[in-house]
């Protein structure tokens, strides 16, 4: 069995990576947006030896073939890269799934395939992309943790801390951040203090 953490910062680069696990950070997502193959291989390589010396587990957004090659703990699927990802590979290599999901049709695609975790969102406005679904509201984390069973649930999209910690008691068991953190005047102190208000008995991942 794997541990999740409750505090799941997405981060763009694996700069963000080396800052954060120093500081508490157990479970973190790299989001590498538009950098050639050799660039994304390179940051994939080096948050993953952060992690490990960290004794953090590491997710890889959408570059499964990276993760692969680099033996990560997770790689997260968004609905399009659930079309494209190798999900047999993936098993085969030992690496867990995430998926993000945005209403019903969405989450049977991504129970389809197994996954370790699902993420639901967002849950409230986010300034960070356009998004095309409305806020979820956190009605629908209860439902949501009804219908995937054991499998722990993902809150994401527009969450500061006093509202990560509604999410964790309306049905999440984790809470993803973007723009609190990395947009943050002080991103380490903010980490430290989403560390110590989210953190409990930590989720079982299935293995």
């Known amino acids: 069995m794997s541990m999740l953490d409750p505090f799941?910062?997405?981060?763009?680069?694996?700069?963000?990576?080396?800052?954060?696990?120093?500081?508490?950070?157990?479970?973190?997502?790299?989001?590498?947006?538009?950098?050639?193959?050799?660039?994304?291989?390179?940051?994939?390589?080096?948050?993953?030896?952060?992690?490990?010396?960290?004794?953090?587990?590491l997710i890889v957004n959408d570059y499964w073939q990276a993760a692969i090659d680099e033996g990560c703990d997770y790689v997260h699927l968004g609905q399009e890269d659930l079309v494209d990802a190798d999900v047999k590979a993936l098993r085969r290599a030992g690496i867990r799934i995430g998926v993000s999901t945005h209403d019903h049709a969405e989450l049977d695609k991504g129970l389809a395939v197994d996954p370790d975790y699902v993420a639901l969102g967002p849950i409230y406005p986010t300034l960070l992309k356009k998004m095309p679904f409305a806020p979820q509201g956190t009605?629908?984390?209860?439902?949501?943790?009804?219908?995937?069973?054991?499998?722990?649930?993902?809150?994401?999209?527009?969450?500061?801390?006093?509202?990560?910690?509604?999410?964790?008691?309306?049905?999440?068991?984790?809470?993803?951040?973007?723009?609190?953190?990395?947009?943050?005047?002080?991103?380490?102190?903010?980490?430290?203090?989403?560390?110590?208000?989210?953190?409990?008995k930590p989720v079982e991942a299935r293995s």
């Open 139 to 200: 009605a629908r984390l209860a439902e949501w943790k009804r219908l995937i069973g054991d499998r722990p649930l993902v809150a994401i999209g527009g969450l500061t801390l006093e509202r990560a910690l509604i999410c964790l008691a309306s049905g999440a068991d984790i809470a993803s951040v973007v723009g609190d953190i990395v947009n943050n005047a002080d991103p380490i102190a903010q980490t430290k203090a989403w560390i110590a208000a989210t953190r409990r």
């Open 8 to 57: 799941y910062p997405v981060v763009p680069d694996s700069g963000w990576v080396a800052r954060l696990v120093p500081a508490g950070a157990r479970l973190i997502q790299l989001r590498i947006k538009e950098q050639p193959p050799a660039e994304i291989r390179r940051q994939v390589k080096e948050a993953k030896a952060i992690c490990a010396t960290g004794g953090a587990q």
